[in-house]
């Protein structure tokens, strides 16, 4: 099942392809434009930034603003490299089906090594977990062997121990987390 930010990349992809083959085909910009747009599902952020692109082609306004607006509105890199495509595009008189065709293929291959990224994170963050979750487990198996969680922690010094305990095993999960957060931000 894919989450929300991953099915809203790939519809920016489909969108991006759907204009490019329609640029292709050689329809006018507005026009490939609104075959594009109906091709996607129009919600949320992504919906507003869509109207403002349809609107913006309905009234024959150039389209580069009205890409950066989208990318600034949906904080999408996709649409931000579209929206670049575009202008350079514009200034320079090069194919817009070709620069937008660029885009697509360029969200695609961030879209794979995200992917990839999280499947070499994965080991990582799985660990983060198993280790969060031994201490609850250990006092859980204390109880099937009839210790009483009192008995585990009544005295001073395994209270110090288990609230040692407790702030390194939160201090190794915010580093991890850091950690593989800062790996994905580097993509």
């Given at each position: ?14 969108l ?61 890199p ?7 495509a575009?202008?350079v595009?514009a200034?320079?008189g ?5 620069a937008v ?21 994965a ?11 031994l ?8 109880a099937?062997?009839?210790i ?11 209270v ?5 305990g ?7 999960h ?9 790996v994905?931000a580097?993509?």
């Open positions: 099942m894919l989450t929300r930010p991953a099915r809203r990349d790939l519809a920016e992809v489909h991006l392809d759907a204009l490019a083959a329609a640029l292709e085909a050689g329809l006018p910009t507005d026009r490939a434009l609104h075959l594009a747009l109906d091709s996607v599902e129009s919600e949320g952020r992504a919906g507003a930034a869509w109207a403002d692109l349809r609107r913006s082609a309905d009234l024959g306004l150039p389209l580069a603003p009205s890409w950066d607006r989208a990318a600034r509105r949906t904080g999408s996709t649409i931000a490299a579209a929206g670049r575009w202008a595009a200034l320079s090069a194919p817009l089906a070709a065709r660029s885009s697509a293929h360029a969200a695609r291959e961030r879209h794979r090594l995200l992917r990839a990224v999280e499947v070499a994170t080991g990582a963050r799985a660990t983060v977990t198993v280790l969060g979750l201490p609850v487990a250990g006092v859980g198996l204390a099937v062997l009839g009483a969680p009192t008995t585990l922690y009544g005295s001073p010094p395994a110090v121990s288990a609230a040692a407790l702030a390194l095993l939160l201090v190794g915010l580093v991890v987390r850091a950690l593989v957060a800062r994905v580097g993509v």
